[in-house]
T-cell receptor, first 113, second 115 residues
Framework: DTGVSQNPRHKITKRGQNVTFRCDPISEHNRLYWYRQTLGQGPEFLTYFQNEAQLEKSRLLSDRFSAERPKGSFSTLEIQRTEQGDSAMYLC???????????FGPGTRLTVT | AQSVAQPEDQVNVAEGNPLTVKCTYSVSGNPYLFWYVQYPNRGLQFLLKYITGDNLVKGSYGFEAEFNKSQTSFHLKKPSALVSDSALYFCAVRDISSNTGKLIFGQGTTLQVKP
C-alpha cells in the first residue's frame, strides 16, 4: 500500500502522560500536514512541513505539542502532559504541491482519561 | 477571514435519487476548493477539486461539483445515490493567507442514503 500511514491507530492514555504519534507520508510527497479533528467538526490545521522544515504552526498548537520530520521522511507528533481536551483524532496528510489535493492517513484516535 | 460553510448537518436521500450536498465559501481572490469523504473511523478520501477552468468538476465514484462564483458556492452532486455513498462529507478551501496549501474545512455534512 503506497498511501499515508499512521501509527498507532488508537491510543488511550492517562492525563499527564506523554504520547507520540507517527506518520509516514506518500514517499514522493515533500509536503506534510497535521490536523486535529474533534467529534462533529471538520479537521483543523495544526502544523506544516516542507521536507524537514517546519514552516507553520497553528495557534492551536500549544507548547505541549511538538512535531518533527527528520530527513524529510516520516513525521512524529508528540503531546506532553496530556489533558482531556487533547482527546481527538489526529490526522496526517501529504501532498506534492500546495495547490494539489492532500492525501490523508487513517488517523490516530487519542483518548485521554 | 476565509471560511467554508456547510449549511446542512445531514442530508437524507433515497437510493437512486439525485443528491446535493451544499457548500459555500468566503475567500478573497480565486479559491481552490475541495471535497472529501470520510467513512467511520477512517481518514479523509479526496473526491474532487476546483482550481480553474470548467465550472463543473467531475471526480471519483460518480461525484461532481459545480463552482458558482457569483453565489460563492461549490455544491457536491451525484445523479443517482447509492447506499454505499452514506458517509460524512467535507468541503474545504485552500487557505491563501500562507503558501503552505493548508486547508480550511467546513463542519461536515452527513449523507444518509436509504434503500
Amino acid at each position: 500500500d503506497t498511501g499515508v500511514s499512521q501509527n498507532p491507530r488508537h491510543k488511550i492514555t492517562k492525563r499527564g502522560q506523554n504520547v507520540t504519534f507517527r506518520c509516514d507520508p506518500i514517499s514522493e510527497h515533500n509536503r506534510l500536514y497535521w490536523y486535529r479533528q474533534t467529534l462533529g467538526q471538520g479537521p483543523e490545521f495544526l502544523t506544516y512541513f516542507q521536507n524537514e522544515a517546519q514552516l507553520e504552526k497553528s495557534r492551536l498548537l500549544s507548547d505541549r505539542f511538538s512535531a518533527e520530520r527528520p530527513k524529510g521522511s516520516f513525521s512524529t507528533l508528540e503531546i506532553q502532559r496530556t489533558e482531556q481536551g487533547d482527546s481527538a483524532m489526529y490526522l496526517c496528510a501529504s501532498s506534492f504541491a500546495p495547490g494539489n489535493e492532500q492525501y490523508f492517513g487513517p488517523g490516530t484516535r487519542l483518548t485521554v482519561t | 477571514a476565509q471560511s467554508v460553510a456547510q449549511p446542512e448537518d445531514q442530508v437524507n436521500v433515497a437510493e437512486g435519487n439525485p443528491l446535493t450536498v451544499k457548500c459555500t465559501y468566503s475567500v478573497s481572490g480565486n479559491p481552490y476548493l475541495f471535497w472529501y469523504v470520510q467513512y467511520p473511523n477512517r481518514g479523509l478520501q479526496f473526491l474532487l477539486k476546483y482550481i480553474t477552468g470548467d465550472n463543473l468538476v467531475k471526480g471519483s465514484y460518480g461525484f461532481e461539483a459545480e463552482f458558482n462564483k457569483s453565489q460563492t458556492s461549490f455544491h457536491l452532486k451525484k445523479p443517482s445515490a447509492l447506499v454505499s455513498d452514506s458517509a460524512l462529507y467535507f468541503c474545504a478551501v485552500r487557505d491563501i493567507s500562507s503558501n503552505t496549501g493548508k486547508l480550511i474545512f467546513g463542519q461536515g455534512t452527513t449523507l444518509q442514503v436509504k434503500p
